[in-house]
């Protein structure tokens, strides 16, 4: 099989065997985020579409989640990094009800190899304990991570309870279940803050950017 195929069936089936070499032997052709948004992401697309049609169970999407880590970690000291002293802080969360992490957790490397310090508190995590690291950190900014349609909503109720707490600073959202139009109608309106919206890990670092210059 072609290199991309074999990278996309490891994330597929889960398997970690030979993935190594593999990324190993992608990387000297291509850098490590366009491997990641290549084939490994098409493999992830793949496995949420057989979930989807009922063709994997929980289980085996997480051992697929495990291959994703694991060559996400692979990858990570040979990503590219920039010596800017700290431009800001981070506060990063999935947010309440939802565990998925995997793009979460690829905004921190990104931001954290491109001069943020980034402090994530994980997955599952409640607007208190969000308000909480808030006033613990004080951070340029809080990024919100969430893949299930319900964490839309819950991300709409966690800039409410921001809201109540007084809290203004700007406000990043990302994850497939989000779009710059619910972000822009239902997020942004229930805020005293800016509210912006990331599709992907890149375009965070970049919005980012543009709010701390
Ligand atoms: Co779940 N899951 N899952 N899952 N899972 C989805 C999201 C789903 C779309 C699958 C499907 O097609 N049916 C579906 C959601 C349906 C919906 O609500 N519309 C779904 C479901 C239903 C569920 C469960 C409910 C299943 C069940 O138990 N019956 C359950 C939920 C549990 C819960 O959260 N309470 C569940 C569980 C799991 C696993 C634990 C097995 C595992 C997660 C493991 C983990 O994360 N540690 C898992 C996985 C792996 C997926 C899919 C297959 C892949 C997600 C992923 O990691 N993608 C997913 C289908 C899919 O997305 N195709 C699916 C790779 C990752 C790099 O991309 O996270 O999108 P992503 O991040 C991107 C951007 O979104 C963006 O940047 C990244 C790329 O650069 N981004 C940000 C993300 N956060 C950002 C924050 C930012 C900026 C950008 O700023 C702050």
């Keep these: 099989l072609p290199l991309d195929e074999r990278l ?11 993935l190594a070499d593999d ?41 697929s989640a495990e291959a994703m880590k694991f060559a996400v970690s692979h990858l990570e000291p040979h990503m590219e990094r920039s010596d800017a ?16 992490d995997i793009g979460k957790n690829l905004v921190e490397i990104i ?7 980034v402090v994530n508190l994980g997955i599952k995590v409640p607007p208190q304990d969000l308000i909480a690291g808030y006033r613990e950190h004080l951070p340029d900014i809080i990024g919100l991570s969430g893949l299930l349609v319900k964490s839309a909503q819950m991300m709409l109720e966690t800039v409410q309870d921001f809201r109540v707490a007084g809290i203004r ?36 670092l970049a919005l980012a950017n543009l709010i701390q210059d």
């Design 169 to 204: 600073a700007p406000v990043m959202v990302g994850g497939a279940a989000l779009s710059n139009r619910f972000t822009r109608l239902r997020i942004a309106p229930e805020y005293d803050g800016l509210v912006a919206y990331a599709p992907d890990a890149m375009t965070g």
């Design 85 to 100: 002293a700290v431009r800001g802080r981070i506060l990063l969360a999935t947010v309440k009800g939802d565990v998925h």
């Design 111 to 117: 931001m954290s190899n491109n001069g943020y310090h």
């Design 23 to 63: 990324l190993d032997l992608a990387m000297l052709e291509r850098v490590p985020l366009d491997i990641i948004n290549g084939p490994l992401m098409a493999g992830m697309d793949e496995v949420g579409r057989q979930f989807n049609a009922n063709q994997l169970i929980v289980a085996e999407v997480l051992q």
């Design 8 to 18: 996309a069936n490891c994330i597929i089936e889960g398997s970690k065997e030979g």
